[in-house]
């Protein structure tokens, strides 16, 4: 079975097949988003209003929107223009106006004959002590009341899409749905108490009252399981394929690593030790790995990553660690740097930036396997580059990064092990979206002996008292980060800001004390400034957030953010686990110009309050909702149209494990259930995932 079913073609012809949607319509669509008749059932209303009929106006809350049955009475036309025109009326308990601004006399003596009754149904405000209706959305007559939907669903709309197009064009959809079969798991789907997928979307399109909106309502809930489960299957149909990619065993004999562990200064911690064993068990076996180590900033990930590649060489291999920036990639290099000295292996750097010659040198020994350690940015798997046997490929700080560029390093012929590491702790909901088609090791413990962090809000008004308070600092031998606004979207201006902070702290604190690194720097230029802080011949660091992910630089004690009040929560809480790291206690100053709005304020008081990153990362799900957490359009987290993974985070879960269960039972997807589940497949566009079926 390769194609779409017939069942569903209806369902993916053009839009404009439907009545009521012509070329202009489909394209306003097309810019929500909906290009074919299936996109309408799943782009539901987002609110929804009580048009039930009620005796009175009277004891509504302000402002909602009522609709009773009126008296006409009295016109009022506006006896200056520019006034309004006022139409007297009457229900079962009080009177009050309707009001009209630009209306047709005509118009309105025809809509509302005096003396009649008719229905009435739009907001009700108060206005200079009385009651009145502007602009009602409906006038009716009794029967034309009886065909309005008790309760009207709102949709999102964009320019060139009214209500009425969306209602017409999805109550014809809805007749479209075809009987697909059940492909949720009979447990779940009788536990839920869930609708069938039909009932389901009909009563999230034509709610019967307000509580079908909430995440909550049985029908919404079962469409956005619908949603993740497809998704989840996608994942694992992925994770499958990986699995039945072939490995190398990997198995090393510890006599490089247990040098390594021997000269560090410190005791692996229990969960460093546990990921080290996961990973080592991965590579160990037949399949490829691919695994996620994830850990908050400082939770020693570097040696984690150290260690495994070890083992790639100890068992005859190469390994490569890839990193985001060339900064991380010069600090990576520094870090192993001593180790691999001692170990007498040849380490080579990869940023592109090396002259034809050099390169030429590299790729050689490169493939020749002299070469034990590769460490590079992204240029590391360009063309041209061949290792002679790459074991394991490490991709560090990648959260930027989406399931769509992790395949893509394979497809690159990295046939290697995969860990990929992440600094940013992230909600467990998210993770199963992200990485679903992962296993995890996580780094839920941090070194000992961290100090925690002060961390203090002040008004930029208070730079000056800042400033001598940092000089001070840097006289007694510390260490600091000065972290400049990002000036909104404009990296120009967010450079010559930092360049501005730059030359006034210089003036302050002096020449030799000052260094700059910022995103448009010449890459030589950025790791020399680096190299000073790094080496303590500069005290104080003025950047922009390049220095967000993965520097270390123990002897830092004081982080200076200013502008506080631009940056999220998980940027905040990045930028901040730059300091903290060595013996000394360590300061953070969130600096920002008030007044800050609300969740501004929010964010800055949840930094002041903790230091876990995972409950700052729910802190930031719950501020920000999921697509902005981890940047949708970078990092290849796809986007939900009913699935709210903030409101019903747990669905993630049962979704991941109903999606692995089945395919543990039925890996073709063979069986009714199996047949349902591609239904689903092909239902929610996963056409990639229908390839992935079976094939290896
Ligand atoms: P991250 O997970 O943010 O990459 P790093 O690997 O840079 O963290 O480690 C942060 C700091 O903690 C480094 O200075 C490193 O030497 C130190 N470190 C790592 N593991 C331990 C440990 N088990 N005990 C003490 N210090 C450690
Ligand atoms: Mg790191």
Known sequence: MTGRPEALFPLFEAITKLAGVGPKTAEALARLGITRPRDLLFTVPGAAVDRRLKPSIMGLPPASVATVEVAIGEHLPPRVAGRPYRVFVEDAQTSFQLVFFHAREDWLRRSLPEGERRIV?????????????????????????????????????????????????????????????????????????????????????????????SPDAPPRRRLAYDELLSHQLTLQLARAKARRAKGRVTEGDGRLSAQVEAALPYALTGAQTRALAEIRGDLALPQRMNRLLQGDVGSGKTVVALLAMLTAV???????????????????????????????????????RDTAAQKAEKRAALAAGDIALAVGTHALFQEGVEFADLRLAIVDEQHRFGVRQRMGLSSKGVAADLLVMTATPIPRSLTLAQYGDMDLSVLDEKPPGRKPIETVTIPSGRYEQVVDRLAGAIRAGKQAYWVCPLVAESEVLTLTAAEERFKALRARLGDQAVGLVHGQMPGAEKDAAMARFVAGETSLLVATTVIEVGVNVPNASIMVIEGAEHF??????????????????????????????????????????TEDGFRIAEEDLALRGAGDVIGTAQSGLPRFRIADLERQADLMAMARDDARLALERDPELTSERGHALRALLWLMGRDEAIRLIGVG
Request: one cysteine or more.
């Open 121 to 213: 149904s739009g907001k009700v405000e108060i206005f200079d002590g009385t009651a009145q209706m502007v602009h009602p959305d409906h006038i009716l007559n009794r029967a034309e009341a009886e065909a309005l939907p008790p309760i009207e669903p709102v949709y999102p709309l964009g320019q060139g899409v009214t209500q009425r197009v969306m209602v017409k064009a999805t109550s014809e959809v809805l007749e479209r749905v075809p009987d697909l079969g059940e492909w949720i798991e009979p447990s779940i789907f009788a536990r839920e108490g869930w609708p069938d997928l039909r009932e389901a979307l009909h009563v999230v399109h034509r709610p019967r009252d307000l509580g079908t909106l």
């Open 568 to 609: 999220g929560l998980s940027q905040l809480h990045q930028l901040r686990g730059r300091v903290g790291r060595g013996t000394e206690a360590s300061t953070c100053l969130l600096l920002y110009d008030g007044p800050v709005g609300e969740s501004a304020r929010r964010r800055l008081e949840i930094m002041r309050e």
């Open 314 to 352: 100890e068992a005859g291999g190469q390994a490569a660690l890839m990193a985001p920036t060339e900064i991380l990639v010069q600090q990576h290099r520094e870090s192993l740097a001593p180790f691999v000295e001692l170990l007498g292996l040849r380490m080579e750097v990869f940023t592109g």
